[in-house]
Structures are given as structure tokens and as C-alpha cells.
């Protein structure tokens, strides 16, 4: 396994795990844009674009684009989050040049007037198909409510009212302004001919020009408070919190994670015993989610409406019970245990590696053998832990839930 | 391509058979046995997922807590389901752990617990999981449909429904194990980093004297036409259909899923291009080929605004009879490179190979080669396809939707 890494004149990162002894080869583009980058009122326009950019460019129509990638025999897809956007292929090593002509030609959409209108029916159906999921919307409020004027309150998918106003004229806008070659990276792993790939990007993005792209960093100003939605359809309650958690620049990030698998994890943890195998809920977790400037730590419960209160407050006792239940040598053994084994068995695929190399270049600029990002997982202290534990009791939280009907 | 599938039957009638992937660091295994839902009384639907529920809350020398923390410590990565005609279980770790992972799946195949004080609350969690696909209509479209297609027993959801889960006692459970957890009909597959013949040791030593007489033979499975609709304050209408295709042990069963490819494999599949890309009509659309037994089945979703549900079920239908007019080249170059490409990819991962040949034993009662594979997609041309098509032709439509209105469908009726 070896790292490569290459910057063009352009600006443009190229970066590569190479294992040549991998079956297949894994490449994407990673673009740091996502809502976050939005104002509100394109909001959407992220995501909107990455559906665009299999729509065709000067040299190709959309359905060329779906044609070829269908050609490679690829397993490629895209995704858009709060901070980045994300195109992908999987295809055999020998495919290698005809993956990145077409993954390059991509990033310079034609954007066609036609393809837009409707293509905004698909992300239309996309929110409707959300909007009838009821946790779905407790999480993008939560979302909106944690993080108030902070850029991060900007849903992913937009509105129904946002994407229905939008332009392709604005769309164009976005592009120029975020997808400059100094705000991409293109990532590879398993069975890559690094050489060619740099000379062939090379010559493909030569005309690409840098631009001034930023993002603002702050951190957001949270504020307690209680939300109730009500979604007549659903037979569930589901409850969400968030409170302040370390973002992915943080170090203790990897202590979050631990303390989060010991107490939420979706087995063997303290939320699981205490409610899930009891038959209590259906559902109940901790988890973290972690973007430049901050970070949540999370909350999770659904089940019963009648049986709701008192499950939070189960869980609130739980989570806030550090003091006469401190976590134990054992706990943490199995948490580093669970999670150590869970990114050395990922790290078998390339397809997987992509996202882990990728991900950690495009938000720390660092690389790291999926063995080295165990061992942070490894250095995390009983003591680390029971800290971390123990700020738990003073969070700010943002509480939302949704069911049937206002709970008493 | 090369490739090396070891064979073994224990003297209790148990298959185990090996694929060895020595360049992965992990192991993975499946354990099948005849426990499906289809085998639960019919005053007890819900009773096959909730032994197996209740099997895995301690076992052998390890208490309900010392399973899980067993597996955890191990970094094992685990899962278990229940099908119509099967129960499985099936781990993957790194291969230094196999022995000790190996012993505690055995465990809870042959020395469950059955903690008869854990029964309510798993039959609570069974309750609450059974209520949860209420807000999930994508999810629950498709258990509709199984339900409505194939009939009792053969419909039944591994999620019970609620009378029958009411309705289970300890016994039930304790009984439908032992009747159904035995090594005749069973198998046990392991692929990625092992040695085979310590394997066989292994599975000699937990494995030999497991005992049990193999259940009954179940019937045939005869499609059932129908077109459900369920109301539901929704913006969205769920559409879920199925028609007749040929199941995976018959002879042709690669031109028919060849077919399904074509309609739904890619972004440049058919349903992807007519009903999505060309009219905007949905986000998720798909088709699938679906084998229950002797009953082949193309299952296929959308999900669409009220408004427009009834053009994407008809541009769906319109869809599919659109293979009589005939299969261009690329699309079939396009599918054969898609397979290739799987083929080669599926290397990398021991899970998929263990669960593939498990699967492969229980329906085919062999194993298939990557090259057997490769050869049947070689073999595939635009005129066997259409040919195929007009010999096995989508009838015996159900449909089941889900959201305000239900859609005009002649075809199903």
C-alpha cells in the first residue's frame, strides 16, 4: 500500500492509495462544496448540481454519460453533503482511462435548460419521497433549530419552494464559483497506475482556472430549547437531541466516538440494554456527526408515543449518570474492539478505502493507513472517556420530536 | 478468475463447503438451516424470527450480555434473518478469530438458552419492529406485496403480524428450534482467509454429532394476481408490482435476469432512462428478479407524487413490453460489461462469497463457478433474450400501492 499525492499548476489535488494488488480500482472526485456553501436562497442548488452533472457536457448528452458509465461496468454514484460533494466509480484497473475521461468531463456540465427542468421534478419527488418520512423531518429541523443562523442550518436537499424557484442561470453561478480545480481533489484506490493518471488529468484540466473559493468557518451559538411536530400519518414517536460535540479538526473527536459507541452503540451498548432488548423502543442511539468548525453529539429514540417520556427520561438518566456509573476498562476494551475490527474489515475494498482517504484529505489535508486511524481509536484513555462522560450532564441540547399527535 | 470451491458432507447430512480468498485478511461463514417463515403454524406468524431472536439471548457457556460482549471483543461483524424457507446466521472477522466466533454461532444453533423470562421482551421488540414499517410505505409496500403475490404461508413476513406475535409462547419457540435447527437440508459456507482442512476439524469437532430429522418437504408456490390498494396520507404513492419471470434454478434463469438487467441495471437502463430521466416522473425506481422456490418473480418499485402515479405505473408497465420491440447492442454489451465487472469484484469481499454459495446450495443443491457464471452471460444475445421473453412473457400481475388514491390497473384483475 503506498500514498501518492500530486498538485497541478491549476490548483487541482490528486491523491492515491495504491495497492496493486486490489482486483479493482475506486476513483472520485471530491468537491468541497455543499449546503453550507449555500446561501438560502439557492438553497438546494449543491445537490441539485451533483444530479446536473450527469446530465452531459459540451462532448457528452446525459444519456452518453449514463451510457458510459453503464459501458465500464462501473458501480458509480454520487452524494452531496453539508460540506462536500461527492462523484464515483468502481471499475476494473484497465478501465482506468475511460473512468477519469469521463469523471473529468463531468466536473464541466453542460447545464442545459432542458435537463434542469427536468431534472427538478426528480429532486421535487426526492423531498416529497422525505417529507413522508417523519424522522427524516425531525432530523433536518433539528438541524435547522441547533444551528440557527450558522450556515449549517441550510438543509441539503433545499425546499420544495427553494428548488422550485431556482435557475439554471444561478445553478451556473454555484458551478463557476465552487467547482474551481483548487476546491476539488481527485482520490484513488486499490489497483491504480498513479503516472498515468496524474498525466492524464493533466492534460484534461489544463484550461480548468483556480478561483478565490472559501467557506465561512464560525462556530454556531446554540441555544437550548424543545421543539414539537406533529405528522398525523405516522404510528411513531421519534425524538431527536443534539448537543455540541468536537468537529473533525478536533482531536478528541476520537473519544467522542468511543463514549458514543459505549453508551448509544446499536448493540451491546448501555441505550441497547437498558431499552432496545428490553423491548422498550425500537430504536435507541448515540452517535456524532462531525463537519469543519463543530460537531454534534446525538441523540436517538423511536418507538411507542405512549411510551416515549418515560424512555427519554430513561435515557436522559443514562446518559447523564456518569457520576455512579463510570465507564469501565471493559467497556471501552469492547468499543475500541468493535470499532478497530469494523475499519480493518472495511478496508478490505477499495471502494471503501475511497471514502476514507478521500474524506480525510478533503477536510484535514492528511492521509492515514486504516491500521494508523485505529490506533487513535486504540490511545483513547479510561480517563479520556470518563471525562468526556462527565460533560455530558451540562450540554446544551436541542430536543425535537415528531409522532402523531403533541405528546402530554 | 481462478477459483476453488471445497465440498464436505458431515455424516448428519450437514454441507459445509470453502471458498478460499487467501489475499483477505477476514473469514466470513453463513450457517442456513430450515426455518423459514413459510414452516410457522398458521396461528403463529411472527414465531420463526422471534426463536431466532430468543436463540441468540445466551447460549452454551455464555449469558445474553456475554454473547454479545463475546462478539464485540472479537470485532465481529454479524447478522441474521429469516426468510420464508430459511434461517441463517452469518459472521465475518478477521481470520485469526474464527475458532472462538465459530463456537459461539455454533452455540446458538445447538445450546441456546432460551431464557423463558426474556420471552416479553421479545415479543415487545417484535411488536414495536412490526409497528415501525406503518411510517416506512416504501418498506412496507414490498411485504404487501409479497403478501398479496405468494399467499399464506409462502407471503408471510419475517416481521409476524401482530395476533401471531401475541400469540407465541416459550414452547413454541423451544419447539419450532429444535424441529427446525438440524443439519438434513442445512449448510454452512465459509469463504476468505482459512484452512480448510482445520476448518473441517473444526466443524467435525461442534458440528458432528448435531442430529435431527429433516422437516417436511413444503409445496409449490403458485403466484396469486391481485391489485391491493392501501390508503395512506401520503405526498408520495408507493407502487410496488411483480410478474411472472423464471426462478433461479431453471435452465434459462439467465436470460431472465439478463432482461430484468436491461430494464434496471445502470443509469442507462430502461425504467432509469423512460422514468426518470425522460420524464422526470420519480427519484428511486428499480426491478429485481426474485426466486421464491419453484416461483420466479420480476419485483419491481416506484415512488411518485399522487399526481403523476398513475402515469409512472403505466410508463412502468409500457416499460417493460417494450422488450418485444427488440434489445439494441449496447445495451447488451453494456449489461455483459456490468457482470464482468461484478464478477471480478465480488473477490473482494468474503461476505458475499459466503453468503452466495450457502444461497446457491439451498436453491440449486451445487455451487456456481465465476466461470459457469461468466459463460451463461457470454452466452446471452439480443435474439435469446427476446426469444425468452416471448417464451416466459410478464403475466400474472400483482400490484399493491400505497398513498391517497389507488391507480387504474386492468392487467392485475
Given amino acids: 500500500m503506498q500514498f501518492k499525492q500530486v498538485t497541478l499548476d491549476n490548483g487541482l489535488e490528486i491523491i492515491a492509495e495504491v495497492n496493486p494488488n486490489a482486483f479493482s480500482q475506486s476513483l472520485g472526485y471530491f468537491v468541497k462544496t455543499g449546503s453550507r456553501d449555500e446561501t438560502l436562497d439557492v438553497a438546494g442548488v449543491s445537490h441539485f448540481l451533483e444530479h446536473m452533472l450527469f446530465k452531459g457536457t459540451p462532448r457528452r448528452t446525459s444519456a452518453d454519460v449514463n451510457r458510459e458509465l453503464d459501458d465500464l461496468g462501473s458501480q458509480s454514484n454520487a452524494f452531496t453533503s453539508e460540506e462536500q460533494t461527492v462523484y464515483y466509480m468502481s471499475v ?18 453542460s447545464l442545459r435548460d432542458e435537463d434542469f427542468q427536468t431534472e427538478k421534478q426528480v429532486i421535487l419527488e426526492e423531498i416529497a419521497m422525505y417529507d413522508d418520512q417523519p424522522p427524516y423531518g425531525a432530523m433536518e429541523r433539528s438541524m435547522e433549530e441547533f444551528f440557527g443562523d450558522h450556515p449549517l442550518a441550510t438543509r441539503v436537499l433545499g425546499t420544495k419552494d427553494s428548488v422550485s424557484a431556482l435557475t439554471s442561470e444561478a445553478m451556473r453561478e454555484y458551478h463557476s464559483a465552487r467547482y474551481a480545480p483548487n476546491n476539488l481533489c481527485l482520490v484513488a484506490a486499490g489497483a491504480v497506475d498513479f503516472d498515468a493518471l496524474v498525466m492524464e488529468t493533466q492534460s484534461r484540466t489544463k484550461h480548468w482556472k483556480p478561483a478565490q473559493v472559501g467557506r465561512q468557518l464560525r462556530r454556531p451559538v446554540t441555544i437550548s430549547k424543545q421543539i414539537q411536530m406533529v405528522h398525523p400519518p405516522a ?93 469501565s476498562e471493559r467497556e471501552l476494551e469492547l468499543a475500541k474492539n468493535k470499532i478497530c475490527a469494523g475499519i480493518l474489515l472495511a478496508a478490505e475494498r477499495p471502494s471503501n478505502r475511497l471514502f476514507s482517504v478521500g474524506g480525510s484529505w478533503l477536510s484535514r489535508h492528511q492521509y492515514e493507513t486504516a491500521a494508523q486511524v485505529s490506533q487513535h481509536y486504540r490511545s483513547v484513555s479510561l480517563d479520556d472517556v470518563q471525562k468526556a462522560f462527565v460533560s455530558l450532564v451540562d450540554r446544551t441540547t436541542v430536543h425535537v420530536s415528531v409522532g402523531p399527535e403533541i405528546a402530554s | 478468475m481462478q477459483q476453488l470451491v471445497y465440498q464436505h458432507t458431515l455424516a448428519n447430512g450437514l454441507t459445509v463447503l470453502g471458498e478460499p480468498m487467501p489475499w483477505l485478511e477476514s473469514v466470513a461463514f453463513t450457517l442456513m438451516f430450515p426455518g423459514g417463515t413459510a414452516r410457522e403454524p398458521a396461528d403463529r406468524i411472527g414465531l420463526a424470527g422471534m426463536t431466532l431472536e430468543l436463540s441468540q439471548r445466551g447460549s452454551g457457556r455464555w449469558s445474553s450480555r456475554e454473547v454479545v460482549e463475546q462478539l464485540d471483543f472479537l470485532g465481529v461483524d454479524r447478522s441474521s434473518s429469516v426468510s420464508s424457507f430459511y434461517t441463517s446466521i452469518s459472521m465475518s472477522a478477521m481470520a485469526s478469530v474464527l475458532e472462538t466466533t465459530f463456537e459461539v454461532a455454533v452455540s446458538m444453533v445447538r445450546e441456546p438458552h432460551f431464557p423463558e423470562d426474556e420471552l416479553e ?84 469437532r461442534h458440528l458432528g454429532s448435531w442430529s435431527g430429522i429433516s422437516p417436511k418437504e413444503l409445496g409449490h408456490v403458485e403466484p396469486h394476481v391481485a391489485s391491493v390498494h392501501i390508503p395512506h396520507d401520503s405526498q408520495q404513492t408507493h407502487i410496488a408490482l411483480a410478474y411472472d419471470s423464471v426462478p433461479y434454478q431453471h435452465p434459462e434463469y439467465y436470460r ?46 416506484a415512488g411518485t407524487t399522487s399526481g403523476r402515479a398513475q402515469e409512472t405505473l403505466d410508463v412502468t408497465i409500457e416499460t417493460v413490453r417494450s422488450i418485444y420491440g427488440g434489445i439494441e447492442p449496447g445495451e447488451l454489451s453494456r449489461l455483459k460489461s456490468r457482470a464482468r465487472t461484478a464478477l471480478v469484484m465480488e473477490q473482494e469481499s468474503s461476505v458475499s462469497r459466503s453468503s452466495q454459495l450457502a444461497y446457491d446450495w439451498v436453491i440449486l443443491g451445487r455451487t456456481t463457478s465465476r466461470q459457469e457464471v461468466l459463460q451463461e452471460i457470454e452466452q446471452l444475445s439480443a435474439e435469446n433474450l427476446i426469444e425468452h421473453f416471448s417464451k416466459h412473457p410478464p403475466k400474472r400481475w400483482t400490484l399493491v400501492t400505497i398513498g391517497p388514491e389507488p391507480l387504474e390497473f386492468h392487467d392485475a384483475v
Fill in chain 1, 92 to 109: 476494473l484497473p484497465e478501465n482506468q482511462l475511460p473512468a477519469l475521461d469521463l469523471l473529468t468531463d463531468m466536473m464541466r456540465p
Fill in chain 1, 235 to 327: 404510528t411513531q414517536q421519534y425524538t431527536l437531541e443534539f448537543s455540541p460535540g468536537p468537529g473533525y479538526m478536533d482531536q478528541s473527536r476520537y473519544i467522542s466516538r468511543v463514549l458514543a459507541t459505549i453508551l448509544g452503540d446499536d448493540s451491546g451498548s448501555r441505550l441497547f440494554w437498558e431499552l432496545v432488548d428490553k423491548g422498550l423502543a425500537d430504536a435507541a442511539v448515540c452517535y456524532t456527526y462531525e463537519f469543519q468548525d463543530c460537531g454534534v453529539f446525538g441523540l436517538y429514540l423511536s418507538g411507542d408515543p405512549e411510551q416515549q417520556q418515560d424512555n427519554w427520561d430513561l435515557i436522559q438518566s443514562i446518559v447523564n449518570d456518569s457520576a455512579s456509573a463510570p465507564v
Fill in chain 2, 121 to 204: 421482551e421479545v415479543r415487545q421488540s417484535a411488536l414495536l419492529e412490526l409497528a415501525a414499517i406503518e411510517d416506512d410505505p416504501a418498506q412496507k409496500c414490498f411485504v404487501e406485496l409479497k403478501r398479496s403475490r405468494f399467499a399464506d404461508p409462502f407471503g408471510r413476513s419475517s416481521l409476524g403480524i401482530t395476533s401471531g406475535i401475541e400469540s407465541v409462547s416459550h414452547s413454541d419457540c423451544v419447539e419450532f428450534h429444535q424441529r427446525h435447527a438440524q443439519p438434513q437440508g442445512a449448510v454452512l459456507s465459509i469463504a476468505g482467509r482459512f484452512d480448510w482442512q482445520e476448518f473441517l476439524k473444526l466443524v467435525e
Fill in chain 2, 256 to 301: 431472465g435476469r439478463g432482461i430484468v438487467g436491461i430494464l434496471s441495471d445502470g443509469m442507462s437502463s430502461r425504467l432509469f432512462t423512460e422514468v426518470r430521466e425522460k420524464r422526470g416522473l420519480v427519484y428511486a425506481i428499480s426491478a429485481s428478479s426474485h426466486s421464491l422456490k419453484n416461483c420466479g418473480s420480476v419485483l419491481c418499485y
